[in-house]
């Protein structure tokens, strides 16, 4: 099992980025996947979508300006975050809503003028 985190960087706020999350060695299409984010001692879950795509959940902070999304042919899922704001500033992973799967490097997000 693997998970790549990518498309991470230093933004303004206001600004907008795209997240990737490579997901191999296992049925990634078969189940729900989430992004979360780690800015302190706990890991946040920021959204999450159904295994066809077309359900998803957010937290409330990122409600309206995060969209989640997933290919199930490339197993891959997306963050699309737009309007940052500093407080958007984390890392942030991809897994299972439980976290059952091993977590990857994560992929740092910096919003900052």
């Known amino acids: 099992v693997q998970l790549v985190e990518s498309g991470g960087g230093l933004v303004q706020p206001g600004g907008f980025l795209r997240l990737s999350c490579a997901a191999s060695?296992?049925?990634?299409?078969?189940?729900?996947m989430s992004w979360f984010r780690q800015a302190g001692p706990d890991r946040e879950l920021v959204a999450t979508i159904?295994?066809?795509?077309?359900?998803?959940e957010y937290a409330d902070s990122v409600k309206g300006r995060f969209t989640i999304s997933r290919d199930n042919d490339k197993n891959i899922v997306y963050l699309q975050m737009n309007s940052l704001k500093p407080e958007d500033t984390a890392v942030y992973y991809c897994?299972?809503?439980?976290?059952?799967?091993?977590w990857g490097q994560g992929t740092a997000v910096t919003v900052s003028s």
């Open positions: 060695g296992f049925a990634f299409g078969m189940g729900s």
């Open positions: 897994n299972t809503p439980w976290s059952t799967l091993d």
């Open positions: 159904v295994s066809d795509g077309f359900n998803s």
